[in-house]
């Protein structure tokens, strides 16, 4: 009995972390709780990925229409107890952020200035390797919310655009 007590117990403490989370959300973006919920819903599919992918020696990249993921996780790394929490619970250890650097940044520009057609076949392929494994851990409707559905809504522009003032 004290075992099934135990696991409610953590059941409980990771809905009120993820509560916390996606309050923090909603204090940054004017969205209601609904749409909080499930944009964290998806950002923790996306860590899930990333996490198979990393174990693989790959990586999971974001994209222009994922952004509003990536606001999530940088909302959701904001809170670093519940962020640790939820990473050693599910993948037993930590997801890292890490942004494209600046010499990242220039060594593909200076690609693609010298071959641009190379560069551009390359990362078409590593996005059809993405979409590939979203489709074969999520199914389609994963795969179509994130690539068109939301960036259709959460444009650059619209996510500035409910961006809170803080």
């Not at 409610?8 to 809905?15: F, H, I, M, Q, W």
């Not at 990333?50 to 952004?67: H, I, W």
């Not at 959701?76 to 890292?96: A, D, E, P, V």
Request: charged share 30%; glycine share 4%.
């Amino acid at each position: 009995m004290q075992i099934l007590e135990k696991e409610l117990d953590n059941e409980l403490s990771l809905a009120e972390n993820e509560e916390v989370v996606i309050q923090g959300f909603m204090d940054r973006y004017d969205v209601d709780y609904e749409e909080a919920k499930e944009i964290f819903e998806e950002t923790k599919k996306f860590l899930e990925l990333a996490s198979d992918m990393s174990q693989e020696g790959q990586s999971l990249f974001v994209d222009k229409p994922l952004l509003i993921i990536d606001e999530m996780w940088h909302t959701f790394i904001l809170h670093t107890k519940q962020y640790m929490q939820f990473c050693l619970g599910k993948f037993n250890r930590f997801i890292h952020h890490v942004p494209t650097s600046n010499k990242e940044k220039m060594a593909l520009n200076e690609r693609l200035s010298t071959n641009p057609s190379l560069v551009l076949q390359e990362q078409e392929e590593k996005l059809k390797d993405q979409y590939s494994r979203i489709y074969d851990k999520f199914g389609a409707d994963t795969l179509l919310k994130w690539y068109e559905t939301w960036p259709t809504k959460y444009t650059p522009e619209y996510i500035g655009k409910i961006k809170k003032a803080v």
